[in-house]
């Protein structure tokens, strides 16, 4: 005999209300088992039932729990059938599911829609000890931990119909095709597995029983959009489930923070059930007085979508109702930091990659120009932002490719940076981090994701049994303990690595002892508990980039996406995004991967994850900053196409005159088709005729240049008029145009390169 534990909880969120919505009648006969409702789920069986619900169970979140036992005997079948109204709601429609079987027995889920008689499976089926996801069929989380499985089907995403024939997929459309049900189909040990055998008649479904679940946040319109301040100690920990592993933080000295996943995340070993909850971890991290944070979402919009190279970009919507947020923030008092809003600007991007992908998200992708792509970035930023403040929750968006610098502007509580993965080089993201602190003024963080070529590193392979845990594989120990060290001396005030597969093995005796990331976290917080005063890092220069600059690197997600653009669906243009490509690789030779680097194994670590800084640290820093926030860096230079304003114009006198050396180009003097003049400033007037030549003869001495003749490809110049400037280096023409000058203005100097 084989046994299956079903647990179902479906609810209403929203305006801070909740509705139960299930019933059952066993084996059809129409009476109602332990709950009060006005319809219910048939079970269809091939062999003996027993259905009972149980009011008092909870999950902790004020869901209310329904129970269905199966016994199955060898060989045997049968069939859970939920019925659901067709209606229009607003919000997420889900059903949250707990799967228990014995070992040895099947389930496969399937949905029906308003159009369809056969339901369409969903693709989703496994055993109590896996689980596996054979297509994007609208589950919407996965948990696949020891006997239990948790799984939610997002009712609102775009499912597809196998063909019980051709065993081909056909799409739905979105909700014009609204699902009607939900069922559970289980087959004991060594039943034959068929998805479509047995009698067609097994898919009855009542049309008129329960309600569409929602899941939105809508707060309270007397909430405040503004938290009260408050300083955060330096925070040091791990990715951790479960009240055994919370306790091996603070037992073995890995720090003083947690990092709460989500319970469909399917790595770790302990698994998401009744005994394994949310707020037990809240209740162990209070224990142990740890700092925690939740994941809150993933990705942009409201709408579930699911992810990968066929899909583009993987959106979660709000893990969590508002009374859940509200709880873990009463549970977690001062301890709770905020809730994660995962790998933001990633979504961003890999939603782009091809037009039905981002026909997903029609409200975010309507831009033409640099100017547009910000605003609709940062608008979805802002308003996501404002949600989460209005129920008094932090903001902790999560940015790992080049927008950083949008998560501080529109106000998040934190900026959170992922590095390693597939992402951009370790250097370029502190570079924008430490610039975006300084300008803005805010804290910021690292997650490190040991993920390489679909690997993260374990120590025993007999423990960590998942085929993505690998002896040797994902990122190594000593490139964490780099990124753990060159992130604390730029100014970071959290430290996070994912997975926990790299920070634990069993020690032989009964217990576990921390190994490879974990022994490298064991090491660094010992250190930086006793050095955690606010570091202000020694940066010399500043790279001033233009607000709406949104260029974003090549190659990325091991070549998932090839080309550079700028915010995600525009093209660069040679000028100036290919001269802020090509200076920042003067500063971090070789800082962007190839494909032909990724190819070979780890061959893209140095320079690719981590790059050389012949010419020193540097922050990067936006045209919106204030003057008084340039001071701390001796030089800037201004780099890429920038739109100079009259504001600006005055912002950058105002640097040079209290002693700062700036190097512009006389093409950054343009406030968009109108070249802007200041005499006074450069030293020099522009004249819009363009020039080129192929050399370059410094002439006069200045800081870093010797007097030489300098060689390389063909370049065009401005034309300029001196005034009081001294000129450093002429071009190869007739009359040697000068194509760097040198004035001095109030105590700084400004070198503007025709």
């Known amino acids: 005999m084989s046994m299956l534990l079903l647990v179902l909880g479906m609810a209403t969120f929203g305006g801070g ?20 409702f006005n319809a219910g789920a ?76 056969e339901m369409a499976f969903d693709g989703f089926w496994g055993t109590s000890s896996n689980l596996h996801y054979d297509g994007p069929w609208g589950t919407r989380r996965v948990c696949t931990e020891k006997d239990w499985h948790a799984v939610e089907i997002d009712l609102d995403h775009t499912v597809q119909s196998l063909d019980p024939v051709a065993h081909t997929t056909r799409p739905f459309d979105r909700i014009a095709r609204r699902l009607t049900g ?12 068929a998805a479509w055998g047995g009698p067609r008649e097994r898919f009855t479904v009542k049309l008129d029983t329960i309600s569409l679940a929602t899941r939105s946040l809508t707060p309270s319109a007397n909430k405040t959009h503004k938290l009260p301040e408050r300083r955060l100690p330096l925070m040091v920990g791990i990715e951790a489930h479960g009240t055994a592993t919370i306790d091996f933080v603070k037992d073995q000295g890995l720090g003083n923070f947690v990092w709460i996943p989500t319970h469909n995340y399917v790595m770790g070993d302990v698994p998401w059930d009744h ?25 942009l919009g409201d709408r579930f979508r699911a992810g990968g190279g066929e899909t583009g970009g993987h959106g979660s919507g709000e893990w969590y109702r508002p009374a859940e947020l509200t709880a873990i923030a009463d549970r977690g008092g001062e301890r709770f930091v905020g809730a994660l809003a995962e790998e933001m600007d990633a979504d961003f991007i890999q939603e782009d990659l091809r037009p039905s992908f981002r026909a997903r998200l029609p409200h975010i992708y309507g831009f033409t120009d640099a100017a547009g792509g910000r ?16 129920l008094g929750i932090p903001f902790l968006p999560t940015l790992c490719i080049t927008h950083h610098h949008s998560g501080f502007r529109i106000g998040a509580d934190m900026v959170i940076a ?80 994912q997975n926990i597969e790299p920070i634990y093995a069993p020690d032989g005796k009964g217990g576990f002892e921390p190994v490879l990331w974990g022994s490298e976290l064991q090491a660094f917080w010992a250190y930086v508990r006793e050095h955690d005063a606010e570091l202000d890092p020694m940066v010399s220069l500043g790279i001033l980039m233009d607000k709406d600059n949104g260029w974003e690197p090549p190659n990325l997600w091991g070549g998932w996406r090839i080309e550079e653009r700028q915010w995600a669906i525009l093209p660069t243009d040679r000028y100036p995004d290919g001269s802020f490509r090509e200076y920042l690789n003067v500063l971090l030779p070789g800082f962007m991967r190839t494909e032909k680097s990724y190819e070979a194994e780890h061959s893209d670590d140095l320079p690719g994850y981590f790059a050389a800084t012949p010419h020193g640290p540097f922050d990067i820093v936006a045209s919106d900053i204030r003057a008084e926030r340039l001071y701390k860096y001796p030089t800037v230079a201004l780099l890429g196409g920038i739109n100079m ?34 005499p006074d400033f450069l030293g020099a007037e522009i004249r819009p005729d363009i020039g080129s030549a192929s050399r370059i003869h410094v002439v006069a001495d200045a800081p870093g240049l010797k007097k030489a003749v300098y060689e390389g490809p063909r370049f065009s110049t401005l034309t300029i008029k001196l005034g009081a400037a001294e000129v450093v280096a002429v071009d190869d023409s007739g009359p040697g145009r000068p194509v760097l000058v040198r004035h001095g203005f109030g105590t700084g100097y400004v070198e503007p390169a025709p």
Not at 654 to 668: E, F
């Open 182 to 193: 939900v069922a559970i189909e289980v087959y004991g040990p060594k039943a034959p597995y």
């Open 42 to 117: 048939e079970m269809i069986p091939s062999a003996p039932v027993a259905s009972h619900a149980d009011s008092s169970r909870d999950d902790g979140t004020g869901c209310a729990l329904f129970e269905v036992d199966c016994s199955l005997s060898e060989g045997s079948h049968g069939l859970v059938v939920i019925p659901l109204e067709p209606a229009d709601v607003s919000g997420h429609r889900y059903v949250r599911l707990w799967i228990k079987t014995r070992p040895g027995a099947y389930y496969r889920l399937a949905v029906r829609d308003d159009a369809h008689e």
């Open 645 to 678: 304003t009259p504001h600006l114009l005055g912002v950058l006198k105002d640097y040079v005159h209290q002693g700062g050396t700036l190097l512009l180009n006389a093409l950054q003097m343009y406030n968009r088709a109108t070249l802007l003049q200041s």
């Open 375 to 390: 605003a609709a970035f940062e608008g979805e930023l802002t308003r996501i932002r404002k949600r989460y403040h209005e």
């Open 418 to 497: 992922e590095l390693f993965e597939h992402l951009p080089t370790t250097e370029l993201q502190l570079a924008y981090l430490r610039g975006g602190s300084q300008q803005f003024g805010q804290d910021w963080g690292i997650w490190v994701s040991p993920w390489y070529k679909g690997q993260v590193p374990c120590s025993d392979k007999s423990y960590w049994t998942r085929p993505q845990a690998t002896v040797g594989g994902g990122h190594s120990s000593a490139m964490f303990r780099r990124a753990l060290y060159l992130s604390y001396v730029s100014g970071s005030r959290l430290f996070v690595p």
């Open 275 to 299: 005994e394994h909850t949310l707020w037990d971890d809240i209740e162990a991290c209070n224990r142990n007085g740890l700092y925690f944070w939740v994941s809150g979402r993933r990705g």
């Open 17 to 36: 209300e909740e509705t139960l919505l299930l019933s059952a009648f066993p084996q059809g006969d129409g009476t109602p088992v332990g709950l009060r």
